[in-house]
């Protein structure tokens, strides 16, 4: 099974920050790896898939990187609507979901 | 617009039953890779299982905690797909959601208690 190590498990931002939370794979997975927000009672959304592509109607502050085992999302400048979980996702064997980063206001 | 919506959650004693539906629409489901996947209440997201499309083989796999107990099905003629569990535990409560990857239906909650 390929395990999905992300980092951190929160962090505490401010409005305006730029917010980078990474995502290691076990194995390689080519670019089967995407990138979700979850806010409480809600369920997820995508916003980045195949490490990069940025999902239809995803403020262009939301950009995926990485190759490899090693993959980031990278929030350019934190908004108050951006409080909330992510979650990394690869697809290249069956699911594995990363554990999760919490992003709280500072 | 694909929409999922799922269905049939509810109070279960260990050990029981319960099926779950997702109906689907823009998707038919026949010809999709569709999954379950669910999250304990306060805790991080679980994938549950995937179904294939009819023309790649329509085989299923399952996350090995579920695997023998659960199973993932659907009906083309009305476009819906099921995860029926049997032997529930305790840790099976949470949030169910069915996904067509990018888009998840709402969730249904199923909890199992005595």
């Known amino acids: 099974d390929i395990q999905m190590t992300q980092s951190p498990s929160s962090l505490s931002a401010s409005v305006g920050d730029r917010v980078t939370i990474t995502c290691r794979a076990s194995?390689?997975?080519?670019?089967?790896l995407g990138w979700y927000q979850q806010k409480p009672g809600k369920a997820p959304k995508c916003l980045i898939y195949?490490?990069?592509s940025l999902q239809s109607g995803v403020p262009s502050r939301f950009s995926g990187s990485g190759s490899g085992t090693e993959f980031t999302l990278t929030i350019s400048s934190l908004q108050p609507e951006d409080f909330a979980t992510y979650y990394c996702?690869?697809?290249?064997?069956?699911?594995?979901f990363g554990q999760g980063t919490k992003v709280e206001i500072k | 617009e694909v929409q999922l919506v799922e269905s049939g959650g509810g109070l279960v004693k260990p050990g029981g039953s319960l099926r779950l539906s997702c109906a689907a629409s823009?998707?038919?489901?026949?010809?999709?890779?569709m999954s379950w996947v669910r999250q304990a209440p306060g805790k991080g997201l679980e994938w549950v299982g995937r179904?294939?499309?009819?023309?790649?083989?329509?085989?299923?796999d399952y996350a090995a905690p579920v695997k023998g107990r659960f199973t993932i099905s659907r009906d083309d003629s009305t476009n819906t797909l099921y995860l029926e569990m049997k032997s529930l535990k305790t840790e099976d409560t949470g949030m169910y959601f069915c996904?067509?990857?990018?888009?998840w239906g709402q969730g249904t909650l199923v909890t199992v208690s005595s």
């Open positions: 996904v067509y990857r990018p888009t």
């Open positions: 823009g998707v038919t489901v026949k010809n999709a890779w």
């Open positions: 179904i294939r499309a009819e023309t790649e083989g329509g085989t299923t």
């Open positions: 195949d490490v990069s």
């Open positions: 194995q390689g997975i080519r670019n089967e």
């Open positions: 996702l690869q697809h290249q064997t069956l699911w594995t």
